[in-house]
């Protein structure tokens, strides 16, 4: 079954507009941790912004924010002030009880000048 | 700061031979992994070793899959006959578990099978 789904293969945002990258994870466990990771045309995973399940607040990274909504069981990640730089393959990931790592089919951003 | 490095960045080789790529993970780290990414897929996990052996493995981790970690540093993954269909980038990841959270990725090694 499917752990991690992100439904936008591809999005647009033009330079310095904010954007959000949809993604809905299914679990069962209790405990658990999401990801997001940026893999531009180079090819290296580089490692974004962490929330964790149990986590009251919304985590944020500079300007990477992540809008957690447990109940819905999704994670979306903000990029607020888009920058060319930021056009990149994006995924999400979670890490379940037993430390195994599933990810999503990623979402292509664009960041148009 | 720590890293995680693999050998070689681009393997080219023929249907049917055996490959090992390499990866050093960051040494205090306790959970190692290797993924598998098809050019424009998405990452899929292959194995994960913790303690010395396998703690899951993918259905795509079949039996002419195997890794080791031979000494302290060194952590491989061998593809024992290789075929057209396992061209793709093998990333090796590391994590430390505990407080820590980030899973640091390797820079991956791009395996071609012609």
């Known amino acids: 079954a499917q752990k991690i789904t992100q439904t936008q293969p591809g999005m647009f945002v033009q330079e310095k507009e904010a954007v959000t990258l949809d993604c809905t994870y299914d679990t069962s466990d209790p405990s658990y941790g999401l990801f997001w990771y940026k893999q531009p045309s180079s090819g290296e995973m580089i490692f974004l912004i962490y929330q964790g399940s149990y986590d009251q607040q919304n985590a944020t990274e500079g300007r990477y924010s992540l809008n957690f909504q447990k109940a819905r069981k999704s994670a979306n990640l903000v990029i607020s002030a888009s920058q060319l730089g930021d056009s990149a393959m994006y995924f999400c990931a979670m890490r379940d009880i037993g430390n195994q790592f599933y990810f999503g089919t990623g979402t292509s951003l664009t960041v148009i000048p | 700061e720590p890293e995680v490095t693999q050998t070689p960045s681009h393997q080219v080789t023929q249907m049917g031979q055996e490959v090992i790529l390499r990866c050093v993970p960051i040494?205090?780290?306790?959970?190692f992994y290797w993924y598998r990414q098809i050019l424009g897929q998405k990452v899929e996990f292959l194995v994960s070793?913790?303690?010395?052996?396998?703690?899951?493995k993918s259905e795509i981790f079949d039996d002419q899959f195997s890794v080791e970690r031979p000494d302290g540093s060194n952590f491989t993954l061998k593809i024992r006959s290789t075929k057209l269909e396992d061209s793709a980038m093998y990333f090796c990841a590391s994590w430390q578990s505990g407080a820590t959270y980030e899973q640091y990725f390797g820079p991956g090694t791009r395996l071609t099978v012609t």
């Open positions: 070793f913790y303690n010395n052996e396998i703690s899951e």
């Open positions: 040494s205090n780290h306790l959970y």
